[in-house]
């Protein structure tokens, strides 16, 4: 039997990164992380969405004569952490369902698609009622060709779960997020929520009209799995490309609508109700209604770095409270990168963050709460606070790169790190052992020449988007990769191993809601995960790495002992012990976002791996 060391490239891509965020389950936080192709897209998304939202706010409050205020920032004198208090900048108010009383309408142009109010409301002519189960689908052969974002086609999928796909049905029971919306098939979201069709009773239920002229799906008192509740909508598609939605008696608070062309790419968050007409756009739109708010990790990013300098390559914010990550427990947002030969191109959104374009990835770690005290102690069977932690961390370098099979093809096939068994079995012997040789040479901490061949299995039968567990034993066949063969097929690394950066800048930060200041004991929990990722990276990459997460101060920055409120900080403004105060004359202020024109080629470079 060989056993072989953890890459994290091989993990993350079994999670999948590249596919949906699964639901978190305890123990064995089966599925933790949360990365996804298109975390910066959302991430942007969300943030201009709530940009727009506090705009309006503002203009209200300034009717009423209310004052406006900015999120809070102070840094602890010896923790080296960033505390934020925020005043509804950075974790908005919910965002509850608003569309009974005005729907939207869909209308093609060219490649792209148009949205406009819909007043039509729920039809009665519903058609016949279909047998359809929970995470269940329907294929419908339709009477007319149908154009959706160019491409036309002759059948649509009934989902269960509010929505129709084109080219593949889409109805597992993972978790409804933006992000599965966003990089599945293309789809119309007419309420993209977790339905149980099956436990309808009398007349309520998925109906189906299908005439020459139209089509028509109508979810009547449908209710959420697991509840009582009832919802009733209906979509009609007609042969010009034409979508029409309506509503009424909608008891989900929660959902997703809105259409996507499939894929990971550009979005367009919108306020449905209020932010209607949209001209022509080959973006997915959609409005995500949320009875829980999302942390706005752009406005955090720009809050940190308005007291820390900017020279930090990584930023890991914890939330102080509880925090809804689609069921995940913490994800990794690409925010730069110029390193070659680790499967990214060059691309950078650092302005975003509000860095001048030092800072490479934000980390969110999600509530404070659902992790130990202790780093090392576990947070279920398979892993512990500092793995969960190093895990995201890495994914600035990890789990992009493909490789030239023997057929000269380049390959995603990485599946797993696996023990091979005499009987032509395989079976999991661990889910971290620190990070492996292929990926220190990604890191830039080995040299090629440094890195053994190493092996996944096929033909496993296991489904791919099951977390990593240990003691599975199953039947597969043995792959042998080289990192000749990833070389081939991504370029050398550049920088080299020689030149490469060895210490990495590492800012820690901790946001309280508004009006819950973080506590002291709050803020020391996160110091002990802050110093023991330092050493833990050191440990788990042989000496060769190091972490610094020591805070260098704006001049300006409000510096208080641990549980002191930002409003009210300890007097002097000192900076941080043992650090020199900032150069005079150094900016605080960020940068503005640019218009959003702008992004979808930046993502369009950030995505380019998964179209290769």
């Known amino acids: 039997m060989k056993r072989i060391a953890l890459s994290l490239l091989a993990l993350t891509l079994s999670l999948p990164l590249a596919g949906a965020a699964k639901t978190v389950r305890q123990p064995g936080i089966e599925g933790f992380c949360g990365t996804r192709i298109s975390t910066a897209a959302m991430a942007y998304a969300r943030h201009k969405f709530n940009e727009r939202r506090r705009a309006l706010e503002r203009r209200d409050r300034l009717v009423v004569g209310e004052p406006t205020g ?34 939207v309408k869909f209308k093609k142009s060219r490649s792209g698609q148009r949205a406009k109010p819909f007043f039509g409301g729920v039809s009665p002519e519903r058609g016949n009622r279909i047998s359809i189960g929970d995470d269940d689908n329907r294929r419908i052969n339709l009477p007319f060709t149908f154009r959706f974002y160019g491409v036309r086609y002759e059948r649509v999928f009934l989902n269960s779960d509010g929505n129709l796909t084109f080219g593949s049905p889409e109805s597992s029971s993972l978790p409804r997020s933006l992000g599965r919306f966003l990089e599945g098939p293309p789809r119309i979201a007419v309420d993209f929520l977790d339905l149980d069709p099956s436990v309808t009773t009398g007349d309520a239920g998925v109906y189906l009209l299908k005439e020459p002229g139209r089509v028509r799906i109508t979810w009547l008192r449908v209710p959420e799995f697991g509840t009582s509740n009832s919802n009733t909508f209906q979509v009609t598609m007609y042969p010009g490309g034409l979508i029409t939605m309506g509503y009424e008696d909608m008891a989900a608070t929660d959902g997703i609508v809105g259409i996507s062309p499939g894929g990971p790419g550009a979005l367009a968050l919108l306020d449905l109700s209020e932010e209607l007409p949209v001209g022509r756009t080959s973006d997915a739109i959609a409005e995500q209604f949320r009875s829980v708010s999302e942390i706005d990790d752009m406005a955090a990013a720009a809050a940190v770095l308005s007291a820390v300098r900017d020279e930090y390559d990584h930023i890991v914010l914890f939330a102080d409270f509880t925090v809804d990550l689609d069921g995940a427990i913490a994800y990794h947002s690409p925010v730069s990168n110029d390193i070659r030969g680790i499967g990214r191109d060059d691309f950078n959104l650092a302005d975003l963050y509000g860095s001048d374009g030092r800072l490479e990835s934000f980390v969110q770690m999600g509530s404070l709460a659902q992790y130990p005290l202790l780093p090392d102690r576990n947070i279920g069977p398979e892993s512990t606070g500092i793995t969960i932690l190093a895990h995201e961390v890495g994914h600035r370098w990890l789990s992009f790169t493909t490789f030239v099979d023997e057929q000269g093809r380049r390959s995603d096939d990485l599946l797993g790190r696996q023990m091979a068994n005499g009987d032509g079995s395989f079976t999991t012997t661990a889910t971290w052992e620190g990070f492996s040789p292929l990926d220190q040479y990604l890191m830039g901490l080995r040299r090629a020449s440094q890195v053994p061949p190493f092996f996944y299995v096929t033909g496993s039968g296991l489904d791919p988007a099951a977390g990593p567990d240990t003691g599975v034993t199953f039947q597969g066949q043995r792959v042998d990769v080289t990192i000749d063969q990833i070389i081939a097929a991504e370029g050398p690394r550049v920088p080299s191993f020689r030149q490469a950066q060895k210490e990495i800048q590492v800012a820690f930060a901790l946001l309280g809601q508004e009006g819950q200041p973080p506590s002291a004991a709050s803020i020391e929990q996160v110091s002990e995960y802050r110093q023991r990722l330092e050493s833990f990276f050191n440990e788990e990459t042989g000496g060769r790495g190091s972490i610094d997460t020591f805070l260098r101060l704006r001049k300006n920055a409000v510096v208080a002992a641990p549980g002191a409120s930002a409003l009210a900080p300890a007097a002097g403004g000192e900076p941080a012990v043992g650090e020199a105060p900032a150069d005079a004359g150094e900016p605080t202020a960020t940068e503005p976002a640019p218009a959003p024109s702008e992004l979808p080629g930046r993502l369009d470079r950030l995505d380019e791996q998964t179209r290769r």
């Open 70 to 103: 900015a999120a809070a920032v102070r840094v602890t004198k010896s923790m080296h952490v960033a505390v934020i208090e925020d005043d509804g900048t950075i974790f908005p108010p919910p965002n509850l369902f608003d569309l009974e009383t005005v729907g």
